[in-house]
């Protein structure tokens, strides 16, 4: 398998309120809600960098489409990690979730493998690491 991701999926029970969630108070650009003329079309899709997206899908109609039972969620089954330049960075970033509403579930602190991270859940209790890795450079 070549790695093609290009949509990261994560599935909500309020569409419209994780929409300002990320839109308003994480600053991320959509064009909103589409699909919605479909019983379970209605997605938004946010872009992450260059060739990614992230879609957010209400819980149903992930189910509904897979065929597999609707479940309950569980916060600890994924994170996605937000790589940033900085340990001022992720605590900006931070303020920032925190300001929009998400729940911070770890305070960024230094790490034991010498980077510095916290860790924030958004109304879909959705885990985020906020990270900066000295080894890794940020391109923008």
């Not at 039972?69 to 970033?93: C, F, I, Q, R, Y």
């Amino acid at each position: 398998m070549k790695p093609r991701v290009t949509v990261i999926t994560v599935c909500v029970d309020d569409l419209e309120k994780s929409v300002r969630f990320y839109e308003v108070g994480l600053g991320l650009k959509t064009e909103g809600i589409i699909g919605k003329e479909f019983e379970y079309g209605a997605v938004a899709f946010f872009e992450l960098q260059a060739g990614l997206k992230l879609a957010i899908w209400p819980r149903k109609s992930l189910a509904h489409d897979s065929g597999l039972p609707l479940g309950k969620p569980s916060a600890t089954e994924l994170s996605l990690g937000h790589n940033v330049s900085s340990k001022a960075e992720v605590d900006a970033v931070m303020a920032q979730a925190k300001n929009a509403g998400a729940v911070i579930v770890k305070p960024a602190q230094d790490t034991f493998w010498g980077g510095y991270a916290g860790y924030f859940q958004d109304p879909d209790q959705h885990l985020w690491e906020v990270v900066w890795n000295p080894q890794w450079k940020i391109t923008e």
